[in-house]
Every structure is written in C-alpha cells, then in structure tokens.
C-alpha cells in the first residue's frame, strides 16, 4: 500500500493530478467531437434520437449497477483483497440483475414509445451494463493508486476503438445500428484494458468479509447519482414521448456538443480529488485552499470554452453537420449557459464526498432534482430549444443552493469560490459569447476567422490582468514544462 502523500504537498498533487487528466480528457473531448461530427453526417436526426431514448434508460441501469461502490473503494482510508473482491462481485450481481430487467421491460418501453424498433436496441444495449459492472473495480483500483494517465489511457483509448468501428459501420450500414455497435465495442475494450492494467485480479467471493461500510457510503452517493441523472437525462425521455425521435436526435447533438464534455472532464477529475483531497477532510484551510486552485483552473476553462462554442455555433453547427441539423445550434446558444453552471456544481460535491456527507447531498437532491425535472418538463412545450433554456436557468439556480447547503453542513466557507465562479463568468463566458456574435451579425460569415482572432486576444489579456488568472495559469504552463522536460530526459 503506498504511503497517503504528505498534507503540504496535497495541493500541489491534487493540481497536477487534474493537469494529467485534462490533458487525457483533452483527446476524449476531440474523439466525442469526430463522433458527432461523422455520425451526424453519416445518420438522420431521427437515427440518432431512437439510440438517445434508449441510453436514457440503459444510462440509468449503468448508474444503479454500480450502486456508489466504485467511489466507495476509492475513497476508503483502506481496503484489502478480500473486500474488493467481494466489490467486484457485488457489481457484477446487481448488472446481472439490470440486465434480466431491462430484457424483460424492452417490450414495453417500445410500446410506451410508440416505436418498435427501441427493443431490439434496448436488448443490444443493454449489455453494456454487464461489462460496465465487471469494469467499474478494476478502474477503481487504478484510480485508488492514483494510476491517472493508465486510467486516461484505458478510457480513451477504448472510446477510439468503438468510434473507429462505429463509423465503419454506419459508412457500410446508414443504420442506427451503427451506434449499437460502437457502445458494444467501447465497453469490451475497457474492460480488457482496465483488467489488463489493474494490479488486482478478483477471486471467489468471501462470504465472511463484509463490504457494508462501503455499501453504506455508496447508498447515499447513488441516491444522489440517480436522481441527477435523472434530472439530466429525463429530458430525452419527456422530449421523446411528447416530440419524437427526430425531436430528440436534433436535440442528442447539442447535448453531445455541451454537456457530454463537462463529463468527461469532471468525472476524471472527481477521481483525481476524491483520493487527494480526502486526506485533507479533516483541515478546512487546506481543503479550501486546494479546491480554490482546482476550481479557478476549471471554472477559466468551463467559462472560455462554453463562451466560445454558444458565441460560433450559428456559424459552426451549420457547416460541420450539414443543414438538417440547424435547430441544433439554437439548442446549444441556449445549453452553454448551463454547462458552465453545472461544471461549477462539482466543488460541492467534492466536498460533500470528501466529508464524507452523503447523506446531506442525498437531501439536497431530494429537493433540487424534483425542481430540475420539473423545469424540462415545463420546457418541453418549447421542444429542445425550452428545455435546453429552461436547464441553464435550473442550473444556476440549483448551484447557488448547493453551495449554501454544503456550508451550512459541513462548515467549509465556500464564499469566496462561489465569488470566483461569478468573476469567470463574467470576466471569460460573457464576452468570449458575444464578441463572435457581434463580429458576425456586423460584418457577415466572411468574417468568422477575425471574430476567432479577437476571441483568442480576449482571452490573452484577461487571463494576464486577472492577477489570480495569471497565477493558476502560469502554473498550468509551469507543469507542463515540466513534464515535458521530464519526458525529454527519460527519452
């Protein structure tokens, strides 16, 4: 087992450990990009929407399947052979489970759809649970080593080998099937990948070895879970009972473009801090000061890039994804407000985890999921564009209470960070936002590349004059520098 790193040093690690990680995700991002760019071009809005309404129910079963018992191992002060054996059991159970459930309820779900097609998929699809379940212990033992760049590894590299046979697929095809195909091979890949890499293998299940501090700690991380994604993921379902497929695929798009990357940047770096900061549970300074260094980092980002994708996406969308796909710009001019939002609602949960207050943000989502679901609901009778406004406007709201809540419970004073996701926004989103729409509705499409030009000089300078900008990003280049020279030295 290797020795917890020191509380001095914290900070440092939890830094260049989300630095490792973003730089990973960095090519996740891209490959989800080609993703939507090529089966956009390759499939019909209404292709894509049937395999939307499924991983809307499938999504939920991989949630519960895991039960908040890959976090749990991962945050334990310590764990030993037998229990996580017994972990990796007791996710493979509940995915076997999942996995009769939804075979016997993909009959129905079509019925309540009015597509016959989504049981064929929903049956397809369904098995990725199964090798989710068999996965999710063996990436929780990389993360617990804090095996970061293997783990950015397995997973990008897994998601390059579905998306290569996806396209291949739907190039030959045309079909939906394509996209069957691709979850498929993802799924395998990582599952070889991470087993190949962990430094455990599981044995039979101990029957004597207790896991219930785990499940007790993973019952109120999955309530949570369940009920955000609910919140996040019930929009597919209410837009395609009341809008249909087509409705859901324009929709799928934009949410593929928005909100797919603030995950696939905020679940690895959820891993990168859990580990790290949780040494440091019981010292709020140094808590505090180590999540202000890895929130400004996120939040300058979050705002920038979700400035820049709402203010380019009447021009952009268009031209990448061809002209059956233009309501899916509006969609994301509305959405990128609530990315930004949502990528500012991960310090609390950390937080939360950290203290190891579960139960508290159980409560909270008791409260704020309804609310959420209840605005896609109400903007469901705008169709995609409603609900994508009405998401961003839950959002802020939402994350404003969250961040009252997890002070109130645990006592850390998150004042200053809510402060500094207010300054990012306004200081990085609004005028990374507005400058290209400004550019562009003045002078024309001609002019995009210049309007691209003052985005980056815009960002140059506020990033220098902001004093505390300067200082995270500087150390941003500091690591990179680095690392490169590290690696320049072992070559």
């Known amino acids: 087992m290797k020795p917890p790193v020191p509380a001095s040093e914290i900070g440092r690690a939890a830094f260049r450990g989300s630095f490792s990680t973003l730089s990973w995700q960095v090519s996740r991002i891209i490959l989800n990009f080609v993703s939507v760019i090529a089966m956009a071009r390759l499939l019909s809005p209404e292709d894509i929407g049937i395999i939307a309404m499924v991983l809307a129910v499938t999504g939920l079963g991989d949630l519960v399947r895991d039960f908040g018992l890959s976090m749990a191992a991962v945050q334990a002060k310590t764990i030993s052979d037998a229990e996580r054996t017994n972990l990796f059991w007791a996710n493979v159970a509940i995915s076997l489970a999942l996995f009769a459930a939804l075979l016997v309820l993909a009959p129905h779900l079509a019925v309540v759809f009015s597509d016959v097609r989504l049981t064929q998929v929903l049956w397809l699809c369904s098995s990725v649970i199964l090798f989710n379940g068999a996965c999710a212990q063996f990436k929780a033992d990389l993360n617990r080593n804090l095996r970061f760049g293997i783990l950015g590894l397995v997973e990008a590299g897994s998601q390059a080998i579905g998306l290569c046979l996806g396209i291949l697929v739907a190039y030959l095809t045309g079909s939906y099937m394509a996209l069957v195909v691709m979850l498929l091979a993802t799924a395998i890949s990582e599952l070889a990948m991470a087993a190949s890499f962990a430094s455990w293998r599981p044995g039979a299940p ?281 690696g320049k030295e072992q070559a």
């Not at 837009?239 to 905020?266: C, E, K, N």
């Not at 704020?368 to 609900?387: K, L, T, V």
């Not at 926004?425 to 590349?449: L, N, Q, S």
């Open 206 to 486: 101990d029957l004597k070895v207790s896991i219930t501090r785990f499940a007790k700690f993973g019952a109120g991380l999955a309530g949570t879970q369940l009920l955000a994604y609910l919140a996040k993921r019930g929009d597919n379902v209410v837009l395609g009972y009341g809008w249909g497929a087509a409705a859901v695929g324009l929709y799928d798009r934009a949410y593929s473009l928005v909100m797919a990357p603030v995950t696939q940047i905020l679940v690895p770096l959820t891993r990168v801090a859990v580990p790290l900061l949780g040494q440091l549970r019981d010292d709020d300074d140094l808590l505090l000061a180590s999540l202000k260094k890895v929130q400004l980092c996120t939040a300058i980002c979050a705002s920038s890039a979700y400035g820049l994708i709402g203010g380019t996406a009447g021009t952009v969308i268009p031209w990448l994804l061809g002209e059956s796909w233009t309501d899916t710009s509006i969609i994301v001019q509305a959405m990128v407000f609530g990315g930004v939002f949502r990528t500012f609602a991960q310090v609390p949960y950390w937080i939360f985890i950290v203290k190891g207050r579960t139960g508290s943000q159980f409560l909270f989502h008791l409260f704020a999921q309804p609310f959420i679901i209840s605005a896609i609901i109400i903007g469901a009778i705008w169709g995609g564009f409603g609900i994508a406004l009405s998401l961003s406007v839950s959002y802020l709201l939402v994350w404003l209470a969250q961040m009252a809540w997890v002070q109130k419970v645990t006592g850390v004073k998150v004042g200053e960070i809510t402060l500094c996701g207010f300054i990012c926004f306004i200081v990085f989103f609004i005028p990374m936002y507005i400058i290209p729409v400004a550019v562009i509705r003045v002078f024309g499409d001609g002019f995009f590349a210049i309007s691209i030009a003052s985005e980056i000089l815009y960002f140059i300078l506020a990033a220098t004059f902001w004093p505390a900008s300067r200082s995270v990003l500087g150390e941003v280049v500091a690591v990179a520098f680095k690392r490169n020279k590290q």
